[in-house]
């Protein structure tokens, strides 16, 4: 497959691309600075601004699915990044032959909030700009007619995969437990493979370490 992937320089979104290469696929990796990837033969990267619809639907031309894992790292003031773009990109999905986009977000977003532990809501209590910016951005997706996807992480690590991802639907979740922590690795595999089996078709996926 051809993926179209937002968000490659970051730490879940490179992650994603060296699965994907490593498995055989092509990348299309769209970043603002393209100095900060290095292409190969089967990453191709294009720079340009995620708000464009324009640029994207250029760079969406040929592949198989969008893969975005964009985040706003420490900055306080999401300033509409993830809505804009979201906006922007199934603008550009609409009017391509791309329909297939998946999306990682977070869990504490929009209705899995109520969900949570009292001790998740209590971290996430900082971050309420940035999760209304990224629910802002699912409402349009999710008004969509494209094939989506939505995954929910709970607390990210660093730590290797573990190959074992639990993923429940997030309307089928009652309350989260405690703080539930999912390795960024895991979070890339579980992309990757719902990518390629075209699985969780207009569905958010609650991802967590299975036991």
Same mark, same amino acid.
């Given at each position: ?42 990453? #191709?990267?294009? &720079?340009?601004?995620?708000?464009? /619809?324009?640029?994207?639907? &250029? ?9 975005? #894992? ?23 999905? &609409? ?10 977000? /977070? ?30 951005? &699912? ?17 990210? #690590? ?54």
């Amino acid at each position: 497959m051809r993926f179209l992937v937002l968000g490659a320089t970051g730490a879940t979104g490179a992650l994603f691309v060296g699965r994907a290469t490593a498995d055989g696929h092509e990348v299309v990796a769209f970043v603002r600075d393209a100095s900060k990837i290095t292409p190969d033969g089967r990453l #191709t990267v294009v &720079e340009g601004d995620v708000r464009d /619809a324009h640029a994207l639907a &250029e760079a969406m031309r040929g592949t198989d699915a969008v893969v975005s #894992t964009l985040g706003l790292g420490k900055a306080k003031d999401p300033a509409k990044l993830i809505a804009d773009t979201t906006r922007a990109l199934v603008q550009a999905a &609409e009017n391509s032959a791309t329909k297939r986009v998946l999306i990682m977000s /977070a869990f504490g977003v929009g209705d899995s909030l109520a969900k949570a532990s009292g001790l998740l809501r209590l971290l996430y209590k900082g971050g309420k700009a940035t999760f209304a910016d990224k629910a802002a951005g &699912e409402q349009i997706l999710t008004a969509s007619g494209l094939d989506w996807t939505l995954a929910y992480p709970v607390l990210l #690590t660093n730590k290797p995969a573990t190959d074992n991802v639990h993923a429940v639907d997030l309307t089928a979740l009652d309350r989260l437990p405690g703080l539930p922590r999912i390795a960024r690795a895991d979070v890339a595999a579980f992309l990757l493979d719902t990518a390629v089996n075209g699985s969780w078709s207009q569905r958010t996926a609650v991802l967590t370490t299975g036991h």
